[in-house]
């Protein structure tokens, strides 16, 4: 459509697509790779993966690689005050577990997803996708991802 | 100043204005209580003060209450996994010291702030005021403020 006669050129169109832009982020375009153990690592190994993947947050599988946990490093500096051995806990003692566990779709609002880690006060969800009889892990999204969300957008506007 | 004649009023106001709010959004408007722990507290009491105030990130201090170090539940994660016994090792041990310490003030932009926890791959900030000889701590800025930073434009906008 062409603009009425004497339409007036705000140069406000960068922020309108800034706002249509948040309102349209999705979790895929920010999650990252996920790192997973299985559930009879120990508790041991799983701090040691943390460290060599830098990584906050892990997902536990089970024999069919399937979801069955989430370890996050708060429950492992619950463990290490705990009187047993770090090497001697097997992860599926301390992990949060299905179905306790808060996910997320790749194609989900990036919003709904940071949504859900303030409500249910976690670092990280798994990204998932439906396999036969389980849930397939195929991201990571952290409160790192949506603080480089805030960060982008605020460099796409030059501020 | 009075419309030009044949001004077309987009009804992208609210837009406009919400990108103007992410360039002015603050530290000061987003941080959290600090906690503070003294110096020569033990790793085992610091990880105690972490749970019972549920926060990922302590601020150390001296014996005039200036800010000389910070932990994370990376660096109490790391010495749980040492040989040594975490009640016996002091917290000045295992933190990070000024002048390692990225910091931010009350009146910076939350924008900068969340730039310094991506590059600086740390998860929370001491907001600071400057106290003769040294640092106040005031405030503390997280991964997680700026998720609600986010979460909040989202809302204000009626997505």
Redesign the interface.
Known sequence: AR??????F?G?T???L???K??KFKVKEYQSIPIVVEEDVSA?DA??T??LE?V?TLFVTNEHGHLVGVLS??D???A??GNQD?SSIPVHIIMTRMPNITICKPED?L?DA??K??EK?I?GLPVVEPAENGLEVIGRL???N??????E??RD?H?
Chains 1, 2 share one sequence.
Do not use: H, N, W
Request: aromatic fraction near 8%; glycine fraction near 8%; charge should be positive.
């Open positions: 603009p009425r006669v004497g339409y007036f705000t406000k960068g922020s309108e800034l706002t249509e948040l309102k041991y701090i040691c943390m460290f830098d906050g490093r708060k492992l500096l619950r290490s005050i770090l609002l919003l940071a949504q880690l303030i006060q670092d952290t409160k790192t949506i603080t480089k969300a805030l960060v957008l605020g506007q501020l």
